[in-house]
C-alpha cells in the first residue's frame, strides 16, 4: 500500500478535525473509495491553477459530528490536464467534475456524461475561464448548435419549454418536460444563464470588500454566505473567535431562516391557490424583515457578520418571538385545515430517501427525505440549546417538506430565545490568533437551504488567491428533476417551490 | 303600441342589457378582487381597476404571433359577440327581452360554447406548447362541464314544459313552488358548479396565478396582447356576469320586470345588479377559503355537478 492511502486510513483512526493529505493522481480513486464508505460525504471540489507546470485538485470530505474535514490534493501536470473520475463513486463527484472540465479544462476520465455544465454553448470550447491565462472577454461562437436535449420519443409525448424568462419575477432557468397527457415522463433543468464569475471576483480582493461579495452571493442567504466564508477566512489566518460570537452569529443564521422559511410556507399555500395564507405569511414575512433592520441594521441582515465577530444593534426580545410564533402557527394552522391544500400537498413530488442519499441532497429537501443531515449538528461552531431537534419527516413529498420548514421555524425561534436570553455583548469583534496561519481554511454553516460549504485559500502575501463556494442548491437542483417523474404538470411549480432551490447560489 | 314603437323598444331594452353586462363585467371582477383582498387582509385595487386596464389594453398595439391565422384573432371577437348577443335576449331586466321566444336555454349555452371553442382554437393557432397545453386542459374541464349543464337544464324544463328561458324565469315569479321543488334547487346547484368552471375561478382555476403551467385559461390566452387581450378578459368578465344574471333570475326572480313600462324595467335593472353583485361576492368569499384543486381531482368536482343535475332530472320526472 502506497504512502497515501497508508495516511488516509490513519486519518478514519485518529480521526482529527482538520487534515490535509496529498495524493497521486493514481491513488486518488481508492483514497476518495476509502472516505465515502466510512460515512464522508464529498462538499467540495476546487480546482486551483498554482502555476505554470501544475494544476491542484482539491476534494474536501467532511463527516460529524464531531467535525472532521479531510482535503484530499492532487496535482496533475499542467500539460495533461486529466484525473480518474469519481463520478460511479459518487454523484456530487460527478458534478463536481463536470464543473472543473468547464472552469478549468481538466478532463475527468471515465466520467459517464461528459457534457458541459456550467458554460452553454456559444462559450469556445477551449475556454476555461477559472484558468489564470484565461481572457476575460472571449470570442463567443455564433454558431453554435442547441443544447442537444435528449429527447423522448413517442406515440402521444410532447414538449413544453418553459423559460428562462418566465412570468414571475424569478431568476433564469429553462425547463424542458415530456409530457403524456398531463404526466411529466422526464424534465431537464438547463440553469447557469447568470454565471457571474464570483469565484474569480473573490481572487485579489481585499478582505473588506470580499466579504461584501460574499453576502451578495445570493441575496437570501447573506448570513448564510457571509458566514461560511469569515469561518473559512478566520481558519485560514488562524483567528479564534470568542464564545459570544458564535452566539451572535448563530441569532443571525437563525433570522434569516426565520424570513425565508415564513415566506416559503405562504409561498407554497399561494402556489396552491390558498391566497390568503400567502397574505398572512408575507405580512409576518415583512415583520421578521424589519426585525433583521432593527438587529442589523439591513433588511436583508447584510452587515452583522464580521472578521473576528459579529455586530449587532440590538436582540429580538423573547416577546417579538413569542408573538412572531403565535402568528405562524395561525398561518400553519389555516393552510393545514384548508383539505385542498393538503391534498395538493400529499405525496406531490415524491423523493425518496434512497434517491435524496445517492443524489446527495442537502437541507430542508433532505431532512424531507429522511436523511438527518444538518450542518448545525454535524459541524456545529456554537453550542446549542439543548432541546435542539432535527427537524425530519420520512415522505419525501411536497407536504414532509413544508412540515420540515414548519417545524424548523418552530426550532429556530426556540434557539433565538436561547441565544438571545444568554447574558453578553451586543458586538464583539477580536483578533486572536491563536493558531499558525495555515493559509487554507474552510467554512461549513447550515444555512436556511442546507449547507454553505466555502474554502478560501490564501497566497504568500496574503492576499486572497482562491474561493470555493458550494451553496446547496448545486448538490440538490438534479432532485427536483427525479422528484417529478410521475407528477403532473400543473404540480410543477408546487414542487419546485418546495425545493425552492437558488439559480444564483447554482449558477455562481 | 304600434309595430315601430315596439321594436325601438325591443332595441333599447336589447342595448341596455347588453350595456349592463358589458360595463358589469368588469367592474363585478373589480369587486371580487376587493373582496377578496380585504379579507385577505390587503387593500386591493379600486373597484374600476379593470375597466382601467381595459383601457389600456385597448389603446395598445395590436401584436399577432408572426404565423398565427385568422382564427387567432377571430377567437376574442366571436367571445365577445356571442355574449353580447345572448345578453340582449335573455332575461336579465325583464321577462320579457326581445325576441323572448327564440331565447331557448339550451340554444344560448351552445351559442356561448361557441366563443370558448374559437379560443380555443386561437390558442391551438399559434402553435405555441402553452396554447396546445390550455385548450386541451379547458376542451377536458369544458367536456365534464357540458353534460352537467345540459342535464341541468332538462331538469329544470321537465316541470316547466318548456326550455324556454323567459319562460323559466316567468313560471318562478308565478309560482314560487317551482324553485323551492328539489329539481330547480339541485339543477341550479349543477349550474354553479359549471359557472365556476366555465369561468376559470376557484376551485377549478386559480384566476390570479402567474404560473404558466398551472394555468388552464390563462395558458390559453398567453399569446394574446394589446386589444385581443382587452377582449378577451372583457369577454370572459362578461360571460361570468351574463352566467350570474341568469342564475339568480332563475334563483331569485323576484324584482325582474314581468310588465312593460320603463319603471318595471328600470326597478329590474336595479334588482339584477344587487343580485349579481351578491353572488359575485358570494363567490369571492368563497374562493378566499378555497384553493385550486388537483387538476385530476376536477372530474370529481364536475362529476358532483353532474351528479346534481342528474337527481335534479329524476326528481322532476318522478314528481311529474
Known amino acids: ?508 | 303600441m304600434n309595430s315601430v314603437e315596439s321594436v325601438c323598444v325591443a332595441g333599447l331594452v336589447a342595448i341596455v342589457q347588453i350595456g349592463a353586462v358589458l360595463v358589469g363585467g368588469p367592474l363585478l371582477l373589480g369587486v371580487m378582487r376587493k373582496v377578496r383582498s380585504r379579507l385577505e387582509g390587503r387593500r386591493g385595487a379600486p373597484i374600476h381597476q379593470p375597466l382601467l386596464d381595459l383601457r389600456k389594453l385597448i389603446t395598445k398595439q395590436r401584436l399577432r404571433p408572426f404565423e398565427a391565422s385568422w382564427v387567432f384573432g377571430f377567437g376574442p371577437v366571436i367571445l365577445v359577440a356571442t355574449v353580447a348577443a345572448v345578453a340582449a335576449i335573455s332575461p336579465l331586466a325583464t321577462t320579457r327581452p326581445p325576441l323572448g321566444q327564440s331565447s331557448d336555454f339550451f340554444a344560448i349555452i351552445f351559442v356561448l360554447l361557441l366563443g370558448s371553442v374559437f379560443l380555443a382554437l386561437g390558442a391551438l393557432d399559434t402553435g405555441t406548447p402553452f396554447g396546445g397545453m390550455g385548450s386541451s386542459r379547458a376542451m377536458t374541464v369544458g367536456a365534464l362541464a357540458e353534460p352537467a349543464l345540459l342535464v341541468a337544464i332538462l331538469a329544470m324544463s321537465i316541470p316547466a314544459h318548456t326550455s324556454n328561458l323567459p319562460a323559466l324565469v316567468r313560471i318562478g315569479l308565478a309560482h314560487p313552488v317551482v324553485i323551492a321543488s328539489p329539481a330547480r334547487l339541485l339543477a341550479l346547484g349543477s349550474f354553479l358548479v359549471v359557472i365556476l368552471a366555465e369561468s376559470g375561478r376557484l376551485p377549478v382555476d386559480n384566476p390570479s396565478t402567474h404560473l404558466e403551467l398551472t394555468m388552464i385559461h390563462e395558458a390559453m390566452v398567453l399569446e394574446y396582447a394589446g386589444p385581443d387581450l382587452g377582449l378577451t378578459m372583457l369577454g370572459e368578465s362578461m360571460r361570468l356576469v351574463l352566467l350570474l344574471g341568469l342564475l339568480v333570475n332563475l334563483l331569485v326572480p323576484w324584482g325582474v320586470a314581468d310588465r312593460p313600462g320603463a319603471l318595471a324595467f328600470v326597478i329590474g335593472l336595479v334588482a339584477l345588479v344587487g343580485k349579481v353583485l351578491l353572488a359575485g361576492v358570494a363567490i369571492a368569499v368563497f374562493e378566499v377559503f378555497s384553493a385550486k384543486l388537483r387538476l385530476f381531482r376536477l372530474p370529481e368536482l364536475l362529476a358532483g355537478g353532474f351528479i346534481l343535475a342528474v337527481l335534479g332530472a329524476v326528481t322532476a320526472v318522478v314528481s311529474r
Open chain 1, 1 to 508: 500500500m502506497t504512502e497515501s492511502l497508508t495516511r488516509t486510513e490513519l486519518l478514519l483512526i485518529e480521526r482529527p478535525s482538520r487534515a490535509v493529505v496529498d495524493v497521486g493522481a493514481d491513488e486518488l480513486v481508492e483514497a476518495a473509495a476509502l472516505l465515502l464508505s466510512s460515512g464522508f460525504r464529498l462538499a467540495l471540489v476546487a480546482g486551483h491553477d498554482d502555476d505554470d507546470a501544475t494544476l491542484r485538485i482539491v476534494y474536501l470530505f467532511v463527516g460529524g459530528p464531531p467535525d472532521q474535514r479531510f482535503e484530499l490534493h492532487v496535482r496533475i501536470s499542467r500539460l495533461e490536464p486529466r484525473i480518474a473520475s469519481l463520478a460511479h463513486l459518487s454523484f456530487p463527484a460527478g458534478r463536481f467534475e463536470r464543473e472543473l472540465r468547464d472552469l478549468f479544462g481538466i478532463e475527468p476520465v471515465g466520467h459517464p456524461q461528459p457534457r458541459p455544465l456550467v458554460l452553454h454553448q456559444h462559450w469556445p470550447a477551449a475556454w476555461h475561464p477559472m484558468r489564470k491565462d484565461a481572457e476575460t472577454q472571449p470570442p463567443m461562437n455564433p454558431d453554435a448548435k442547441p443544447y442537444p436535449f435528449v429527447a423522448v420519443e413517442g406515440p402521444g409525448i410532447y414538449e413544453i419549454p418553459v423559460g428562462p424568462v418566465h412570468a414571475g419575477v424569478i431568476e433564469p432557468g429553462h425547463f424542458r418536460f415530456w409530457v403524456v397527457g398531463e404526466t411529466i415522463v422526464k424534465m431537464k433543468a438547463r440553469l447557469w444563464f447568470t454565471h457571474k464569475g464570483v469565484e474569480r471576483l473573490f481572487e485579489g480582493r481585499d478582505l473588506e470588500s470580499a466579504l461584501h461579495l460574499s453576502e451578495r452571493i445570493s441575496g437570501d442567504s447573506a448570513v448564510g454566505h457571509s458566514l461560511a466564508f469569515c469561518m473559512a477566512v478566520e481558519e485560514a489566518l488562524g483567528i479564534a473567535v470568542a464564545p459570544r460570537t458564535a452566539e451572535l452569529r448563530a441569532i443571525l443564521l437563525e433570522l434569516e431562516r426565520l424570513y425565508n422559511h415564513v415566506a416559503d410556507v405562504g409561498a407554497l399555500c399561494n402556489d396552491a391557490g390558498f391566497g390568503l395564507a400567502n397574505a398572512h405569511a408575507l405580512t409576518l414575512r415583512e415583520r421578521l424583515l424589519r426585525l433583521n433592520e432593527q438587529v442589523t441594521g439591513h433588511r436583508l441582515a447584510r452587515g452583522g457578520v464580521q472578521y473576528g465577530g459579529a455586530v449587532l444593534r440590538s436582540l429580538p426580545t423573547l416577546n417579538d418571538l413569542r408573538e412572531i410564533g403565535q402568528r405562524f402557527h395561525e398561518i400553519v394552522n389555516l393552510a393545514r385545515s384548508n383539505t385542498i391544500v393538503m391534498d395538493r400537498f400529499t405525496g406531490t413530488g415524491v423523493l425518496s430517501a434512497t434517491q435524496a442519499r445517492e443524489i446527495g441532497v442537502l437541507g430542508v429537501a433532505a431532512r424531507a427525505s429522511g436523511l438527518a443531515r444538518d450542518a448545525r449538528y454535524s459541524h456545529p461552531f456554537v453550542q446549542s440549546p439543548d432541546t435542539f431537534m432535527m427537524a425530519c419527516a420520512d415522505a419525501g413529498d411536497v407536504l414532509a417538506r413544508f412540515q420540515v420548514r414548519c417545524d424548523e421555524v418552530d426550532a429556530s425561534l426556540d434557539m433565538l430565545a436561547d441565544y438571545v436570553s444568554r447574558t453578553g455583548a451586543l458586538s464583539v469583534v477580536s483578533f486572536e490568533h491563536t493558531g499558525e496561519s495555515t493559509h487554507h481554511g474552510t467554512g461549513i454553516v447550515e444555512g436556511w437551504r442546507g449547507a454553505v460549504v466555502h474554502r478560501v485559500e490564501f497566497d504568500a502575501a496574503a492576499t486572497l488567491s482562491r474561493v470555493k463556494i458550494v451553496d446547496p442548491s448545486f448538490l440538490t437542483w438534479p432532485a427536483l428533476a427525479v422528484a417529478l417523474a410521475d407528477t403532473i404538470v400543473p404540480d410543477f411549480p408546487l414542487v419546485n417551490k418546495s425545493f425552492n432551490l437558488s439559480y444564483a447560489g447554482n449558477d455562481l
